[in-house]
């Protein structure tokens, strides 16, 4: 049998704008408006350090590179500077690599 692929719209992610409004949707590559106040939106996406815990980032997706997921290109915590992503999600205090917390599904 085959294996069945998921695309990100099939994950419901939480999403935050920059006035702070949270709110839970599809999945996207790109900026969802803010069903609140209309302005853009980022994934948020919890991922975890060994040393600080959780950390909810906001993530910027690009085009997917494996299967239909897409690449994480930036993330940024809230209110922070985004921080381009090469291969690893740098922990915003100390700079260790973190993985993302389990949601049922995962990245890739």
Known sequence: PLAVQRDISDVTLDWRCMHGHRFRAAGSIIELPCPECGEPSQAVIPYVCAGHGRQD???????????????VLAVRSEGGEWRHVDHSIPCPECGADMQPLSLGWSLP
Do not use: Q
């Open 57 to 71: 980032l906001e993530v910027r997706f690009g085009p997917p590179r494996h299967r239909t997921w897409p690449t």
